[in-house]
């Protein structure tokens, strides 16, 4: 772990990966620290924003230094059920690249539990860990112009729900009516980081 002095009221944590950067994550939202204003994960950081009315940058870097994290833990959010109808134009693509049939991409797909680890991209869209192994795939070669909103997707070791129409490369397996971002919600996005996700199969 490294640690950098971010502004001042902030500092960024270098972690090893994905899964110290979760458990870092859900140690400090589980604790929830007086002086602690926001978490902003990304792949292997973890943004820490302070109130320096309450605390120092030298004593908010010691006590985040020596948490213990090694677990990750979404036991205070409730978990997301996202309904999905499964004709997504790359749903043949992703079966044959993974050598599968399409009924075995779906249940693998909907078999997995999920995380929220991180958001970005655009406003909503939260990059999902826990994808089946079998169907990590690299990011189309020829991104499109045009996402629908709604769109089910799966790139590397990520899956995701577009938020919004966008342009995107990853791998459309179907897409579902439940807005993940809405501005008249508060809050407006629905996967927030340390969410638990599940989808399931609309007929």
């Avoid at 110290?20 to 140690?27: N, T």
């Avoid at 539990?113 to 869209?125: D, I, K, L, N, S």
């Amino acid at each position: 772990m490294q640690v950098h002095r971010c502004g001042r009221d902030a500092a960024l944590v270098e972690l090893s990966g994905l899964d110290e950067v979760l458990g870092l994550h859900a140690a400090l939202r589980a604790e929830e620290p007086s002086w602690l204003v926001e978490l902003v994960p990304a792949a292997t950081t973890l943004l820490v924003r302070f109130d320096r009315a309450l605390t120092t940058m030298d004593r908010a870097i010691e006590h985040v230094a020596a948490l213990e994290h090694s677990t990750v833990d979404g036991h205070d959010l409730g978990e997301v059920v996202i309904p999905v109808r499964y004709d997504g134009e790359d749903l043949a693509a992703v079966a044959s690249r993974a050598g599968m049939t399409e009924a075995e991409v779906v249940e693998r797909h909907t078999r997995a539990r999920y995380t929220v680890a991180f958001c970005g991209f655009a406003p909503g869209f939260g990059y999902l860990t826990g994808l089946d192994r079998e169907l990590w795939l690299p990011r189309r070669e020829t991104p499109r112009t045009r996402v629908p909103a709604g769109s089910i997707a799966l790139a590397d070791q990520y899956a995701g729900v577009y938020p919004r129409s966008s342009p995107g490369g990853w791998h459309i397996l179907g897409s579902t009516h439940l807005a993940v971002w809405d501005v008249d919600r508060d809050p407006p996005a629905l996967l927030v980081p340390g969410t638990p996700v599940r989808f399931e199969v609309v007929r």
